[in-house]
């Protein structure tokens, strides 16, 4: 999935890459990454939104992803990266069980009456 900003035609503001994970109730982040033009301007927010809608439409229950070394190679970029998640309703734990080089899980419960335009 693509989001391409409403004003300038045909630049690539951000993207998001999910998949579906084996359990089948989950949405598993592959990526999210927003152009650093569009960086703070609700991109990032609204590329987890649409996560939420495919759930809403599906049948996974949770959103999680693991977060690589990476993308917290420095304090302030995690710093950035743990408020993003936090303000969007994940948690963050310090887990890699699943990727060895990750440095924290996020991950969010989703209500099935969850509606994020409220």
């Avoid at 440095?103 to 209500?111: A, P």
């Amino acid at each position: 999935m693509d989001l391409f900003h409403p004003i300038i035609k045909n630049k690539i503001s951000g993207w998001g890459i999910f998949s579906i994970g084996n359990d089948n109730k989950t949405i598993e982040i592959e990526d999210i990454f927003v152009e650093q033009d569009f960086s703070n301007s609700g991109w990032g927010t609204e590329i987890i939104s649409i996560f939420e809608k495919f759930i809403s439409r599906w049948s996974q229950k949770k959103i999680q992803g693991w977060v690589s070394v990476i993308d917290s190679n420095n304090e302030f970029l995690e710093k950035r990266i743990n408020k993003f998640f936090e303000k969007n309703g994940f948690s963050i734990t310090n887990d890699n069980s699943k990727f060895p080089g990750a440095m924290f899980k996020v991950e969010k419960l989703i209500n099935k009456n969850y509606d994020r335009r409220k």
